[in-house]
Structures are given as structure tokens and as C-alpha cells.
């Protein structure tokens, strides 16, 4: 009897052992089988069903920044419960969204800007995507998007500026501007993380971003306003950052100005969309450029970034990432220290400033107008020359 007893004991102890190890392993791999497919999309197994049609680019003095949009897209839906889809290359269309989708109401959106460039061999580069696939993942997350694996943004990027090649001019300064971007598509209201995503490439073929072309701009410095703030989404690309912007953007054009000078609490941050550098002799008498510092108050710019590198090389002056304020900038203005000031970021590139106008006040800047005297043309002309293959770098990423 006590054997019966001990043997029936025994196999109810191996069956629940059993069965606890079997609900184990299965939980173990939906949730492997969750994290493989919500992480990231893969760009090997895109289907690519493009639209065939004949390319005709149009006089490329009539492109408009970001107006023509090419013939085929990059895209890729995600689900809370079923993850990334399989993503595709189809011909270029228009979004079908529900009108309660969460990114029309809270701005669950963000997105990327960079170019495909055109060598003198017929190949196709682009400039430093890792860069801005990383910040694409930091913007995703910061704001509850699904994220992806930044090589698998890369890929996308290689693979629709290969689709779209044929759209890439060949005259240098023209290039194919890509724009990837991710949005929540979750058709409910109500302020909570999303469960429908989509991410997907445009691409558009641009020339100069100012008709102007590489001609000094001016700037005007409106204290009412603030592009971001501390504890803020600044040092990120999410759609809510630019929006707020284009009305005190659009009352300094009407005035005659290019872009504004962002200030917060007296801090010079960026101008306009770019980045800000100044080149002066600060008041221990060393010729210093200066840009603000990295915070969440200043975007991550990839053009800063590798001016900043490309100064740092050469070695000829002190660069610092530092805080300095709108009171500074006008001593050095008052005292002569100002010796170049210009801004940075991937569709003007550089753009010199000739003067701000402060507190009704105009402050005129120094703006050389040779390669010898002016480092914004050198540092215009190198990333340049970088960009279309003319000088080899690591930067430049031949796609096809």
C-alpha cells in the first residue's frame, strides 16, 4: 500500500513538474516570438513591386524644396499583436488613415531628413545614414512609436535611393532628399501609446534650399517665442517641434528675414532649422568656434556633427559645445571679436549670417566671401566634396 501510494505521488510530482516546464517554455517562446517580431522590421525580405514608370526630372532650376515627390515608397505597418509586417517598395500613394488616428490629434509622429547624391562614376551615396537612423530610433521611442533596429533603417534608406535612382540629378549641387518618417496610425482617441504604427520613406529631388543659393541670410531673435524647453522632445525630430514654429517663421519673412535666432531663457540654441556657430576671438584673445551644446533644448544635427569633426581635425582653432547667451553674441559684435557666424543641417547645408536683428536693433556679422578667409565655405566645400565622392570618406556610403 505505501508503495502504491509513494508511486501515485511520485507521478503526480513528474506530471506537475511536467506541465509547469511546458507552460514555462511556452511562455517563453511567445515572448521570444513577441520581442523578435515587435523589435524590428527586416529589409531583406522587402518585396519590392515598384512602378515601372519612365523618370523624366523636370528643368532642375524649376524644383521647389520638397514639392515632387517620386514614383515609388518605402513602407512598413506595425501591430501590437502581430509586430512588424513584411515591408515593401511599391509605387508612391496617399496614406488611408482614419480620422481618429492618434497621429493627427497628438502628434505621435516623427521623421528623418537626408540626401542621395549623385558621383561622378554614376554611383549612388548617401551621407552618414547610420546618423540619422539612430536618431530616427531615439525619436521612435521617445514618443511610444514602435522602435526598429537602426541597421534595418539603414537598409530601407539603401534600398529605396537604389529604387529611385533614375531621380538622383547629376549636376552637384542637386541631390534625391529622402524623408523617412513614422506615425501611429491607431484609429481610437485618447492620450496612451499607440497599438498601429506605420513607417515608410518618401523621396523628393531637390536643388539649393535657398533660390538665393550660398548667399548670407539674416536673422531676427523674437523673445515671445521658444522652440523648446527643458524636459522637452528639442533634441529630437518629432513633427511638434516645427509645427509651433512656422508662425513666428512666417511673421520674420515677412520682415524680410530668413530664419529666427532661437533663444531660450537668453541661450542662443538653433536658427531656424539648423544649427548655430559662431567664430570669434573670445576675451582671452583665442579664435574659438562656438556652438550651443547638446541638450534638449539643441537637435543632434549630423551636419553639426561633422563640421564640428571636420574643425576638430584641422585643428586651426579652439571648438567649443558650450552655453552661451544672446548678450555674449552682441558684445562680441560690439567689440569686433565676431569673425564668421553660420548655420548647419542637412538641407542648406551651411548658410552664412550676415546680421540679427535684436530688440529692434541690427547687428551685422562679418561674412567672407572667399574659401581662403571663410571657414563656412571650407567646411562647405569639404562636406561637399565628402557628399558627391569627390574626396573618399568613411561617410559616404556608396549604395548602388
Known amino acids: 500500500y505505501q508503495r502504491r501510494v509513494h508511486g501515485t505521488l511520485s507521478e503526480c510530482l513528474f506530471f506537475f513538474r511536467a506541465l509547469f516546464a511546458a507552460a514555462h517554455l511556452s511562455f517563453a517562446m511567445r515572448s521570444a516570438g513577441r520581442l523578435l517580431c515587435s523589435t524590428t522590421f527586416r529589409t ?62 497628438y502628434a505621435i509622429q516623427c521623421f528623418e531628413g537626408l540626401k542621395a547624391y549623385m558621383d561622378a562614376e554614376g554611383r549612388v551615396r548617401l551621407f552618414r545614414p547610420n546618423m540619422n537612423a539612430a536618431r530616427m530610433r531615439r525619436s521612435m521611442e521617445r514618443i511610444s512609436l514602435p522602435t526598429a533596429d537602426e541597421n534595418e533603417i539603414v537598409e530601407a534608406m539603401k534600398l529605396i535611393a537604389k529604387t529611385e535612382k533614375a531621380w538622383i540629378p547629376h549636376e552637384k549641387g542637386y541631390s534625391l532628399y529622402l524623408r523617412p518618417t513614422c506615425i501611429s496610425t491607431t484609429h481610437m482617441l485618447g492620450i496612451h501609446a499607440p497599438t498601429e504604427a506605420m513607417f515608410f520613406i518618401v523621396c523628393t529631388p531637390v536643388g539649393p534650399y535657398y533660390a538665393s543659393g550660398f548667399k548670407p541670410i539674416k536673422l ?152 581662403k578667409d571663410s571657414v563656412a565655405i571650407q567646411v562647405m566645400n569639404e562636406l561637399t566634396a565628402i557628399q558627391y565622392g569627390e574626396k573618399e570618406h568613411e561617410w559616404s556610403v556608396i549604395v548602388a
Request: with cysteine; hydrophobic share 35%; proline share 5%.
Open 44 to 105: 531583406s525580405t522587402t518585396l519590392v513591386t515598384p512602378s515601372g514608370k519612365d523618370v523624366q526630372l523636370p528643368p532642375l532650376d524649376t524644383l521647389v524644396f520638397g514639392k515632387l515627390m517620386t514614383d515609388n515608397m518605402f513602407e512598413c505597418t506595425w501591430d501590437k499583436s502581430t509586430g512588424w509586417a513584411t515591408p515593401a517598395v511599391v509605387p508612391a500613394h496617399d496614406l488611408h488613415l482614419s480620422p481618429m488616428a492618434s497621429s493627427l490629434h
Open 220 to 371: 531676427f531673435v523674437d523673445e515671445r517665442y521658444t522652440r523648446a524647453t527643458h524636459g522637452g522632445t528639442g533634441g529630437h525630430k518629432i513633427g511638434s517641434n516645427y509645427g509651433p514654429t512656422i508662425f513666428p517663421q512666417s511673421s520674420a519673412e515677412e520682415q524680410g528675414f530668413a530664419q529666427i535666432l532661437w533663444l531660450y531663457d537668453g541661450m542662443v540654441t538653433e536658427v531656424g532649422s539648423m544649427n548655430f556657430m559662431v567664430l570669434w576671438k573670445n576675451k582671452k584673445g583665442e579664435t574659438e568656434l562656438v556652438t550651443a551644446a547638446l541638450s534638449d533644448l539643441v537637435l543632434p544635427g549630423v551636419t553639426r556633427d561633422s563640421a564640428l569633426t571636420l574643425f576638430r581635425q584641422r585643428g586651426d582653432f579652439k571648438v567649443s559645445e558650450t552655453r552661451f547667451t544672446i548678450s555674449d553674441l552682441i558684445e562680441a559684435q560690439r567689440e569686433g571679436r565676431i569673425l564668421e557666424a553660420f548655420g548647419t543641417g542637412t538641407a542648406a547645408i551651411v548658410s552664412q549670417v550676415s546680421s540679427i536683428r535684436y530688440k529692434g536693433e541690427d547687428y551685422d556679422f562679418p561674412t567672407p566671401s572667399t574659401e
